[in-house]
């Protein structure tokens, strides 16, 4: 029994830190996540896109609205984890309304396609949710040669979003949401090094794409005054996604450990 206490006494400041840890990041996303809906609504009969709604939020999102009885087109940049996560949805949730289509949007030909032949699959669309995104990329450059951030939070989106406005405005009462990010309040936009090719840094270069997030969102919204299309931005907070993988820190043994406690934490 001494053995035993001995043992216990050596461990326990390891996990007393690990505790502590715990509870800080606990309250980092209590206080970062905001308010929650918990409004139960009908979508039946509404149409919807989610950009990257195979993983992460985008795949929380095309749940939730297949369950509430809402057609959905996930936009996906992998036609195979696509494929894969739709199987999985409409088995879960019982709607066989959900479909994913191939949209790469650091490929502005991929986004026009998708455009095109969802207009041609259907005429009405009441909700577009652009949630896909890129964070800490190394400096690459989208197909037509823009900053990866810049090009595919921001740049692949507002073309999306545009292809896309006269069915919004033809399906009115409809809603454009943007996910943005906090981060936008520490960005700049370098109008003489858009492309950060004098300079890099990934964090510098994801708080310049949200920013432009939350110019365009602002703006668009003026434009649609009066059309009954309605265009919001939102912060999602803290949530275990895979938008942090190219961190060093979250490549830890630790770091995926935090993550699958946080998630016992919420299924619980």
């Not at 929650?36 to 919807?48: I, L, N, P, S, Y």
């Not at 907070?237 to 919420?266: C, P, W, Y």
Request: with cysteine.
């Amino acid at each position: 029994m001494e053995i035993v206490i001995r043992f216990l006494q050596s461990i326990a400041p390891v996990f007393l830190a690990h505790g502590i840890v715990g509870i800080i990041a606990f309250c980092v996303r209590l206080y970062m996540q905001g308010g929650k809906f918990r409004k139960q609504t009908d979508e039946t009969g509404k149409v919807a896109i989610v950009t990257g709604g195979n993983t992460g939020l985008g795949r929380e999102t095309v749940l939730e609205l297949a369950r509430r009885g809402a057609t959905v087109y996930m936009a996906c940049r992998s036609k195979e984890k696509g494929e894969r996560a739709r199987r999985e949805i409409v088995k879960v949730t019982g709607n066989p309304n959900v479909f994913s289509r191939e949209c790469d949007l650091s490929s502005l030909e991929s986004i026009r396609n998708f455009a095109e032949n969802f207009k041609k699959e259907q005429r009405e669309l009441h909700i577009l949710i652009n949630n896909a995104g890129v964070f800490w990329e190394p400096h690459r450059l989208t197909k037509e040669g823009f900053e990866m951030h810049l090009g595919v939070n921001h740049i692949g989106h507002f073309l999306l979003t545009n292809l896309l406005l006269d069915v919004l405005k033809s399906s009115a009462p409809s809603r454009v949401v943007v996910v943005a990010s906090r981060a936008h309040g520490r960005g700049q936009i370098k109008v003489d090094d858009i492309n950060s090719s004098d300079s890099y840094d990934e964090g510098v270069a994801y708080c310049q794409s949200k920013l432009a997030n939350i110019l365009f969102t602002r703006e668009l919204a003026k434009r649609l005054e009066g059309t009954r299309v309605t265009v919001n931005a939102l912060n999602p907070g803290i949530a275990d996604t895979e938008i942090a993988r190219n961190m060093i820190f979250f490549q830890t043994k630790f770091a995926h450990l935090k993550a699958a406690s946080l998630v016992r934490d919420e299924v619980t």
